[in-house]
């Protein structure tokens, strides 16, 4: 999930932060970052949530928190915590940090973890304008799916939107994942291990990586995911509507992967 997160990030086309909010830890300052990082990393959202009270103004203690994740700065990084046993102090604050997200300048790529924990970080997902879960379509992975689809539905309600995206490493098709889940599919990334480890292990890219269809994808479902949010707020919008105004959240959901899996 936290590859194809940081992918939708890359292609974004304006203002995008892309937040790690994992709370099983971060994977892309490790990973992709690596040798990219050309200042230092900073407190990340340790270090938010560490000097984050319900009195502070914790969407000023943001931009203390977030490094360029490009060359021209237009996307950003949130780089999440290192340590899984710092998970449970995250708890209390995720409500400060999913309000300082929404009201950010831009758009957020919000990558929360896998679904279903009990350290999930809810707050984010209620706020959330669009959740794109990504999986497989293996049979595994569709059931595994489908009771956590269950539980967005009751957390985002009306006021948001599911998605899924699919890797395509596994029987099912499409239509048959958008039947079964009755959720609709944004895009679906090829199965390329050579050109996902660039992103995941910032290994070197092929000559060809910016051309290929991985990256293509990215940019694909990043369209997406924006259409989708878009067309919610235009035919309705009023000037009366206090969400005319709200900054888009989008929140990457946890694929249903067992441990140890890369998209």
Known sequence: MTTTALGVALAWPGKVLLAECDPMGR?????????????????????????????????ALLEQ?????????????????????????????????????????????????RLGGSEMPVALLEAADLVVVALKPTLAQIDAARPRLDVLRTLVGDHGQIAVCLVSDGPYSAAEIRRVLKAPVLAELPCSPADAQVLSD???????????????????LGKRMREQTEARYEPTATSDDPRVT??????????????????
């Open 246 to 263: 709200a900054q888009t959240v989008v929140e990457a959901a946890a694929r249903t992967m067992p441990a140890g899996g890369r998209s």
């Open 65 to 113: 928190c977030v490094v360029p994740l490009d060359e021209d700065g237009r996307a950003e990084l949130l780089h999440g915590i290192r340590d899984p046993r710092h998970a449970a102090h995250l708890a209390a604050l995720w409500p400060l940090v999913a309000r300082a997200l929404a009201t950010r300048e831009g758009d957020v790529i919000a990558d929360v973890g």
């Open 27 to 59: 994977r892309v300052l490790p990973g992709y970052m690596a040798d990219r990082l050309r200042q230092p990393a900073g407190p990340g959202l340790l270090g938010l949530t560490t000097s984050a009270s319900a009195e502070s103004d914790v969407s």
């Open 202 to 220: 910032g290994a070197r890219p092929r000559r060809t990586f910016r051309a290929s269809l991985l990256v293509r994808s990215f940019d694909r």
